[in-house]
């Protein structure tokens, strides 16, 4: 089984201030990471993800986040952040050869509010 | 279609009443999810189906049922709801063919138990 942990409920920034937002995640066998992005009052889209290669992995609106597998740890980084990246982001994982279930788990999220 | 929709967008139920929230994508996914999203415990997975004909029970499946007659489709019932299903409910959908492992969400559905 895996968990993930978000180690921070509100992170709090001004507008183009850089931003880290922490994921650490516990698993017995390799896993796939995934960040989502939820705005107000919608589902959740895609940020990024890593499923193997370079552990520097880029998505859209300028986020990126490296795999961390010694720290077993996925952060989410913005070099500059925009008002409207005020959102909820949810890091999730899933373990890899663990049949098709294909079955992700989510950290409790962390909600990000961009400021002037 | 774009995607996944769901039906209806909120609702206002009387407890013990039966539910169905409905659950439709156009993408051919073979798999398909249902969570509920709590403040302060992020999304939890209810059911899933990997293939049109199968289901299987995630993280909180008690007092909810699911189907899957076919490949778009996934209903979810609560047969006799209770106060402690108010949430807000998010389908999804996954290839899990190829290894993409993406899951696609749909909109939600907003629901208060009375």
């Known amino acids: 089984a895996q968990s993930v942990t978000q180690l921070d409920s509100q992170v709090p920034v001004f507008e183009e201030a850089p931003v880290e937002l922490r994921c650490n995640y516990s698993?017995?066998?390799?896993?796939?990471l995934f960040w989502y992005v939820q705005y107000p009052n919608q589902g959740l889209q895609l940020l990024l993800k890593?499923?193997?290669?370079?552990?520097l992995v880029k998505g859209i609106n300028g986020f990126e986040a490296e795999f961390n597998k010694s720290q077993t740890s996925f952060h989410l980084r913005k070099p500059s952040v925009h008002i409207s990246d005020t959102a909820e982001y949810f890091c999730?994982?899933?373990?890899?050869?663990?049949?098709?279930?294909?079955?992700?788990?989510f950290g409790t999220g962390t909600r990000l509010q961009v400021t002037l | 279609i774009a995607g996944i929709t769901q039906a209806p967008t909120s609702q206002i139920l009387a407890a013990g009443r039966r539910m169905t929230l409905r659950c439709t994508q156009d993408?051919?996914?073979?798999?398909m999810y249902w969570y509920r999203q709590d403040l302060g415990l992020g999304l939890r997975l209810i059911h899933y189906s990997n293939t049109a004909g199968t289901t299987g029970k995630g993280e909180v499946p008690d007092g909810y049922s699911v189907s899957r007659a076919n490949t778009d489709d996934f209903p979810l019932t609560l047969a006799s709801a209770v106060p402690s299903q108010t949430s807000v409910y998010f389908c999804a959908s996954s290839d899990l063919s190829g290894g993409k492992n993406e899951q696609f969400f749909g909109p939600g559905t907003r629901l208060t138990v009375l």
């Open positions: 890593y499923l193997s290669g370079s552990t």
């Open positions: 698993s017995s066998v390799s896993v796939y």
């Open positions: 993408m051919r996914h073979n798999a």
């Open positions: 999730a994982v899933r373990g890899v050869g663990t049949g098709t279930a294909s079955k992700l788990t």
